[in-house]
């Protein structure tokens, strides 16, 4: 961003109220947002935070772009990142029990 200042804090504060207002599921780390819903929505949402951006005074905005898109099976509006999260999740509980099982085993 071409702001000058060193942090874009504000800039995503701004951005995350919009993203508030949209209704689509999405959910900020250190590195970005990751954002859930409907491309036409999506691609709305990404535009009105660079307006809004530009309209606090920065001349200049590189977003980097991510956009996945499946028409193997059907998942629900805003459950894609959680699911594919509760899946690892259940993988590591799964392996946790497995050795778990494998210490108790050894111990008879």
Partial sequence: MGTGEPSVGPYIAQCQRILEKSGLTYK????????EGPW???????????????A??????ATDIRIGTRTDKSVAP???NALKVQRVEEILQKWDNEVKSEVLSSLR
């Fill in 28 to 35: 900020m780390h250190g590195y970005g947002t990751n954002i």
């Fill in 40 to 54: 036409h929505a999506v691609t709305a949402a990404i535009h009105d935070c660079h307006a809004a951006v530009h």
């Fill in 56 to 61: 606090q005074g920065a001349p200049r905005i």
């Fill in 78 to 80: 805003g459950q894609g």
